[in-house]
């Protein structure tokens, strides 16, 4: 239980280790800030992670993706990793694990299942409860406004084929005719992952320093 105190200084616990824990409360409209930071090491895949064995997953799991909503409107309350910033494009994400906890860790926006990268089966995840309201990270809440919807599907395909650690995955031409078309039927086009557009930047660069050289 992390809560108040009666000088209303901070209570924030800084994780050195992975944690197991049969609950997690926090408490975070006392006075001052009451959060748990994982605080991820800054090495690439690197990361701190919770896991809560509670015994009702699906309530817990609404609560503390209450506690990771929270500190991002009042930076310091609730649930927050303070090393995001090392990792590009991540964000922390919460699911209720069929291993029977629920797991909270950074990792890349789009990665609705946790697993590390950003695939077909989470766009199927976020497809599935495309336009739903009261959803968690897990259902493809990736901005934790409660809400699904195509501004959501637009981080996950911006970051679809790619992975926390900053790896490439080969996208098949189906799962791209599959994200296509959801697109399509929404009235918008797929962004381009960001590793696509920094490729395509130091393509024409590349190709700019020979035309100048060519001209010398």
């Known amino acids: 239980m992390i809560q108040g105190n009666s000088s209303s200084t901070d209570a924030v616990i800084v994780l050195d280790s992975d944690q197991d824990l049969a609950d997690l409360n926090i408490s975070a409209n006392d006075s001052g800030r009451q959060g748990l930071n994982l605080s991820s090491p800054g090495a690439a895949a ?113 970051n679809f084929g790619s992975t926390y650690g900053g790896n490439v995955l080969p996208i098949s031409a189906a799962d791209q005719l599959t994200l296509d078309s959801f697109a399509a039927a929404h009235g918008i086009a797929v962004p381009e992952p960001a590793f696509i557009s920094i490729l395509l930047l130091a393509s024409l660069a590349t190709l700019r320093l020979r035309r100048l050289q060519f001209a010398k």
């Open 46 to 158: 690197a990361f701190r992670s919770v896991r809560i064995h509670a015994t009702d997953m699906a309530a817990a799991k609404g609560t503390l993706n209450d506690l990771i909503r929270q500190a991002r409107i009042t930076p310091g309350d609730g649930i927050f990793d303070s090393n995001l910033a090392l990792h590009p494009n991540s964000s922390l994400g919460i699911a209720a694990m069929a291993s029977g906890y629920v797991l909270i860790r950074p990792t890349r926006i789009g990665d609705i299942n946790l697993d590390g990268a950003v695939t077909i089966s989470d766009f199927i995840d976020l497809a599935t409860n495309f336009g739903r309201t009261g959803v968690t990270w897990q259902e493809g809440d990736m901005n934790y406004d409660g809400s699904i919807t195509i501004s959501d599907f637009i981080d996950l395909a911006s």
